[in-house]
């Protein structure tokens, strides 16, 4: 494990049990709730692999239990572009600076953020080109951050009205995409830095804790109502790596 203060390791736990409580809640968004937070207590290229294996474990309980109702379609569509997408990402994330790359998530979180809880939701369905800039952008990200599924999702929540559905697919997607990753990560070495098996190990129950909460909520609170909290809260964060990133300069 690294050598942090525990006080720090309790704010890298309650961070990931927010993370996951989102996840439970809506299928997504994880990594865009964590890692803006982590990367303040540990290096992207550690941060990101130690979420992936949190994603994995959320993605086989929750997508492989409702894959009866995951639209294929939509998700084989979607899939060549994202596995693009991802290729160049992963050469970004291990060949970048560390500036860069906190200027990138500090920029794409700033702004998801800020459009999530300023624009409505569109209304209306998606043309199915829609999913070439989903994949690639998504699988960009996703690789860099695990921050890719609010991409796709704008995508399929606009071609998957069901929101059971769209939930279970999402959660499929990320859960594949993950496993991907997973290979690729592994190859490029990133398992290999000292203590990130044993910090993920010891955050994971509260991963775990996370996800079962939410996935209480989600049968009883709107997700809506609960993601402008965290967006809004996001917006600090997207300010916080671009300031980081500027001081690093």
Do not use: N
Request: positive net charge.
């Amino acid at each position: 494990m690294m050598d942090l203060p525990w006080p720090t390791l309790v704010f890298a736990a309650a961070v990931v049990a927010l993370a996951y409580v989102v996840y439970g809640l809506t299928g997504f968004g994880a990594s865009i709730i964590a890692i803006p937070f982590l990367a303040h207590i540990f290096p992207l290229r550690f941060a990101v692999p130690m979420m992936l294996l949190f994603d994995i474990g959320a993605g086989l309980l929750l997508g492989l239990r409702h894959r009866r109702i995951v639209d294929w379609r939509e998700l084989l569509r979607l899939s060549p572009w994202l596995l693009i997408g991802m290729a160049l990402g992963l050469s970004l994330l291990v060949q970048a600076g560390e500036r860069l790359l906190l200027l990138l998530l500090g920029g794409f979180v700033l702004g998801y953020a800020s459009w999530s809880l300023l624009v409505r939701a569109p209304e209306g369905s998606a043309s199915k080109g829609w999913s070439v800039p989903a994949g690639l952008v998504g699988g960009a990200f996703t690789s860099m951050f695990g921050t890719g599924g609010p991409i796709y999702t704008i995508y399929l929540v606009r071609r998957i009205p069901d929101k059971h559905v769209l939930r279970a697919s999402i959660s499929l997607l990320i859960l594949c995409a993950g496993l991907v990753r997973l290979v690729m990560f592994t190859g490029s070495g990133l398992y290999q830095q000292a203590g990130l098996l044993a910090t993920a190990l010891l955050l994971m129950p509260a991963a775990f804790l996370g996800f079962l909460g939410g996935s209480r909520l989600h049968a009883r609170l709107p997700p809506q109502r609960a993601l402008q909290a965290v967006w809004a809260l996001l917006i600090l964060g997207g300010i916080g790596l671009l300031v980081r990133a500027y001081a690093l300069g």
